[in-house]
């Protein structure tokens, strides 16, 4: 999964295109709001490679653990977002306005398994996502 943008729902889109028009953004957003994990890992290698870590760092709202960027733009607490995609897509009151450009993307791959010795069985509805 890649990383997303989101911007409260109706909210004016910046351009976020190109690696330079993403930085534009940023530094035109008055708060900005990232996950922990690898996404964040990456934001922050990012926004130093961009030259503009200092700036911003008044302006970053962490989200605490469990709690998805989204929900921080939706509320209003946080005016562009960063998020795998798979965790903004379904965010009600919100507006994934696209992801990364392609030379600043980091991509995170996701792996399941399900043990074929394993006696348990797993209940049915969670069959669908496999």
Do not use: K, N, W
């Not at 999964?1 to 940023?26: N, W």
């Not at 996950?35 to 030259?51: C, D, E, I, N, V």
Request: one cysteine or more; charged letters at 15%.
């Amino acid at each position: 999964m890649g990383v997303a943008i989101a911007v409260t729902a109706g909210a004016p889109r910046p351009a976020i295109g190109t690696e330079a028009a993403l930085r534009d953004a940023i530094l035109a957003a008055r708060s900005i709001g990232y996950a922990t994990g690898p996404s964040g890992s990456h934001l922050t290698r990012l926004f130093r490679t961009l030259g503009i870590a200092e700036t911003i760092a008044p302006r970053i709202v962490p989200a605490p653990p469990g709690v998805p960027v989204g929900t921080l733009v939706a509320r209003g607490d946080i005016e562009l977002g960063f998020q795998q995609s798979s965790e903004s897509m379904h965010l009600p009151d919100i507006d994934v306005i696209g992801s990364l450009p392609a030379e600043v993307q980091t991509i995170t791959t996701f792996s399941v398994a399900i043990c074929m010795a394993s006696r348990q069985e797993m209940p049915q509805e969670h069959c669908s996502h496999f």
